[in-house]
């Protein structure tokens, strides 16, 4: 005979789980970036829906053992540096298990049924990403190492302020003296954590908007150098045509005067104007070629020998704050790696092509170079995130970074497929 209670509950049950599923996996894409492939969503999904409905209590010891498989799963099924992947998972699990901790513990004591505590996941769960996801980053944060450092040692805290009051007493060794010490902390604790865990959560948000912010200041004082260098090239232009009439009045005096040798000098001088030099767009892509012309000038009142190679259309799938920085960083540290070589030179070969994007530069090093490609700058704070930004990106676009010593000089290689769809 159907027992039509218990099948009414584990159908809840099963509900609760999927839309639990999908609404942490929603907010957990926007802060990792999962693995491409069915087969990771499809595992991250089950690991999320089945921890949103586990039964956690005060003294439970399962807390322990679900905590090494939720961990796994989450480095397994993400991409992107370790110490992102793992201060979000330890984030979410966190936040999964102190609300699981709070509804089991709490609604038991009131003789509550075990469908209440599902149904209040749900609307949770459901409620917290309904009234979060115009809070959510647009996509995975490209925060730096240092960055997700600090927001995994946050992270930890609120977790083992969890496994602490979770595994206080278990469930073995009934005392109600030590019961009711780890409910009363419950009371207070297991709420802290979830709200930690929220405040990283928005924490972790505010952080890309503003690495967002500073990567498009960076390529608008790009974009106003290049500008600037054009104005100033028209003054000279404009100056040079406003002159020219004097000009060939003095050429044809010298040259009526039998004074070749001082015309041609003049011609001489008159060709090394700066207004007269060939200075034509690099490319047809905008971003690129506002970098590389700013780039350009400071390689040239550096002494430095520059030889660009490029070819980007005008319409490109790549984020132009990406674009930006792939190119300034290269460029950048090309220009810190040739300091100190008597005949410094930075080639740059950079085209898009057969759906790829494809960047090569190459430079003589005069350092030192670290075999983990650091900076060799003294001031490590301020200096050296060029490369992991860059591999960031490319990590991003699922494309490789090459980059290393080749016949004593320093080759850095960027390939990725190009998105199919604009930004």
Known sequence: MLNYPQLWQSGLWLAAAALNGLALFG?????????PGRFWKAALFCTLAIASIAVIWIGDPNLLYTLPF????GLFCTRGPWAGRLAVTVIFFTLIMSISAILDTYLELLDAQAGLSQLLRLLFYGGL???????????????????????????????????AVVLLTTRKYESSAVNAVALNQGLVV????????LMLLLAISVLAHQERLERASQLASLRETYYQGLRQQETQVRRLRHDLRNHLTVLQGLLEAGEQ??????????????????????????????????????LERQGIAADFGVSLPEKLSIADTDLCALLGNALDNAIEGVQGVPDPWVTLRCKADKGLFMLRVLNPVGGTVHPDLSTTKSDKQAHGFGLPGMEEITRRYHGTLE?????????????????????
């Open 27 to 35: 907010g957990w894409a926007h802060f990792a970036q999962v693995r």
């Open 70 to 73: 939720f961990l796994l799963m």
């Open 129 to 163: 990403y309904l009234l979060l996801r115009r809070r959510l980053p647009e996509q995975p944060p490209s925060l730096s190492g240092q960055l997700w450092n600090l927001v995994l040692g946050l992270a930890a805290m609120p977790l083992c302020a969890l496994i």
């Open 190 to 197: 297991l709420p802290f954590a979830l709200f930690t865990s």
């Open 261 to 298: 040798h001082q015309a041609l000098d003049y011609l001489h001088q008159m060709c090394g104007s700066p207004a007269l030099q060939p200075r034509g767009r690099i490319c047809e892509n905008e971003t690129a070629n506002v970098v590389l012309s700013a780039k350009r000038e400071e």
């Open 403 to 423: 980059a290393g010593m080749q016949n004593g000089r320093f080759e850095l290689v960027i390939c990725f497929p190009i998105p199919q769809n604009p930004n």
